[in-house]
């Protein structure tokens, strides 16, 4: 059998035995906790993604409005529900597969307990402001000599937090949240309740007999005689 060499990851492997698994001549080796690290790789940067969603778009150049921040915040947790969502799936699959508790313990070292309890236990937590991403509004507001947007946004983020802290992972998609920053839409248009018209001649009305002479005048006339002149 022919000897391959390290892979960049430090594993030794067979190019006979290699070929022969793609051929399905025998069963490949699965290593849970290599493919486990992976998946904490993939999960920590799906985290920062979607934080940086809310402060890319929050603590950008210019003028924010206070909505906008609100709206960013909800986005970010939407985009981090997935990531959170998807993890969860990968920590069952390493169930399925037998990992060790001390590979399962090792392959997620590099995360907080209370992030991988919470995500096993389909325990959504949304995003905590810090101190330093309140800080960056102050002084981006301070810069620019405008009021700080976070005074605004803020009791409606704490308000949105506690509601999407709620959220189960086990639901199948991000549900929706609406901006308490936005106005209120109206479904249907009003309805006037009276029209505009001049009021009706009440000597034509009390007289029916006038009535017949009617067909010999021309609309103009007629409309005249109805609603008055002038």
Same mark, same amino acid.
């Given at each position: 059998?022919?000897? %391959?060499k390290?892979?960049?990851?430090?594993? #030794?492997?067979e190019? !006979?035995d290699? *070929?022969?698994?793609?051929f399905?001549?025998? $069963?490949v080796?699965?290593?849970?906790?290599?493919?486990?690290?992976?998946k904490?790789?993939?999960?920590?940067?799906?985290?920062r993604?979607?934080?940086s969603?809310?402060?890319r778009?929050?603590?950008?150049g210019?003028?924010?409005?206070p909505r906008d921040?609100?709206?960013?915040?909800?986005?970010?947790?939407r985009?981090?529900?997935n990531?959170?969502k998807?993890f969860?799936?990968d920590?069952?699959?390493a169930?399925?597969?037998n990992?060790?508790?001390l590979a399962f313990?090792?392959a997620t %070292?590099?995360?907080s307990d209370?992030?991988? #309890?919470?995500v096993? !236990?389909?325990i *959504?937590?949304?995003i905590e402001l810090?101190s $330093?991403?309140?800080?960056?509004?102050a002084?981006?507001?301070?810069?620019?000599?405008?009021t700080?947007p976070?005074i605004?946004?803020?009791?409606?983020?704490?308000?949105l937090q506690?509601?999407i802290?709620?959220?189960?992972?086990?639901?199948?998609?991000?549900?929706?949240f609406?901006n308490?920053?936005?106005p209120?839409?109206?479904?249907?248009p009003a309805?006037?309740t009276?029209l505009?018209?001049p009021?009706?001649d009440?000597?034509?009305?009390n007289?029916p007999?006038?009535?017949?002479?009617?067909?010999?005048?021309t609309?103009?006339?007629k409309?005249?005689?109805l609603?008055g002149?002038?």
């Amino acid at each position: 059998m022919t000897k %391959g060499k390290f892979d960049e990851y430090g594993q #030794s492997f067979e190019f !006979g035995d290699e *070929f022969q698994g793609l051929f399905g001549f025998r $069963e490949v080796k699965v290593n849970p906790e290599r493919s486990l690290q992976f998946k904490v790789a993939d999960y920590q940067r799906g985290v920062r993604e979607s934080r940086s969603l809310f402060t890319r778009e929050a603590l950008r150049g210019g003028p924010i409005d206070p909505r906008d921040v609100v709206s960013a915040y909800i986005n970010a947790n939407r985009a981090l529900f997935n990531v959170r969502k998807e993890f969860g799936k990968d920590l069952d699959a390493a169930e399925v597969l037998n990992i060790s508790p001390l590979a399962f313990s090792s392959a997620t %070292g590099r995360l907080s307990d209370i992030d991988v #309890s919470t995500v096993r !236990g389909n325990i *959504f937590r949304p995003i905590e402001l810090s101190s $330093e991403v309140q800080q960056a509004f102050a002084k981006n507001a301070l810069d620019i000599g405008v009021t700080n947007p976070l005074i605004t946004a803020l009791p409606a983020i704490s308000q949105l937090q506690s509601q999407i802290g709620q959220v189960s992972l086990s639901e199948p998609s991000f549900p929706f949240f609406e901006n308490p920053l936005l106005p209120i839409t109206q479904d249907t248009p009003a309805t006037p309740t009276t029209l505009n018209l001049p009021s009706i001649d009440a000597n034509i009305v009390n007289n029916p007999g006038a009535a017949g002479s009617f067909s010999n005048l021309t609309t103009q006339q007629k409309l005249e005689i109805l609603f008055g002149r002038g």
